[in-house]
């Protein structure tokens, strides 16, 4: 009988271990949060870049949603192809905190890059941690997609 017991411990202990260890590998992964109904006030920008070599003229369009309840800013900058069709989001997330004076500040920010793959949003990049944001970004597109803005 004690045997037994001991097996059941070890076992619902390790089925715990897993079922944390499995959720915080998943709670890891950003997920592009469904724009379609935040603020597009701002008209769509064009920008000349340079894809594999050769000039192109890429869509953008910003959306933004304030989060009042929560405290949270997010802002998505869908970059269109050539096609004008979806290619890649550039998602920042702001994490806001109200101070006991009433000021609300931005205590953590997150920016992820998604790429549009067969109809769905796919995560590409964590640049949360970047030191320099914009450097980064243009390598990697530079790196990933042979782009130059």
């Avoid at 979806?86 to 004076?101: G, H, I, M, S």
């Amino acid at each position: 009988m004690r045997k037994a017991m001991k097996y059941a411990r070890f076992f619902l202990a390790s089925t715990l271990f897993v079922l944390f260890a499995s959720s915080v590998v998943l709670a890891q992964i950003p997920v592009m949060p469904d724009f379609s109904r935040w603020n597009n006030d701002v008209p769509e920008s064009v920008y000349s870049a340079t894809l594999n070599g050769e000039k192109v003229n890429l869509t953008g369009n910003p959306y933004q949603f304030t989060d009042m309840v929560n405290l949270k800013r997010h802002t998505i900058s869908v970059i269109n192809n050539e096609a004008n069709k979806p290619w890649l989001a550039f998602y920042t997330e702001e994490v806001e905190e109200k101070r006991p004076d009433g000021q609300v500040l931005v205590k953590e920010t997150h920016n992820y890059i998604f790429e549009y793959v067969n109809g769905k949003w796919v995560f590409v990049k964590d640049l949360s941690s970047s030191r320099n944001l914009q450097d980064e970004v243009v390598s990697f597109l530079m790196e990933r997609y042979k782009l130059e803005f």
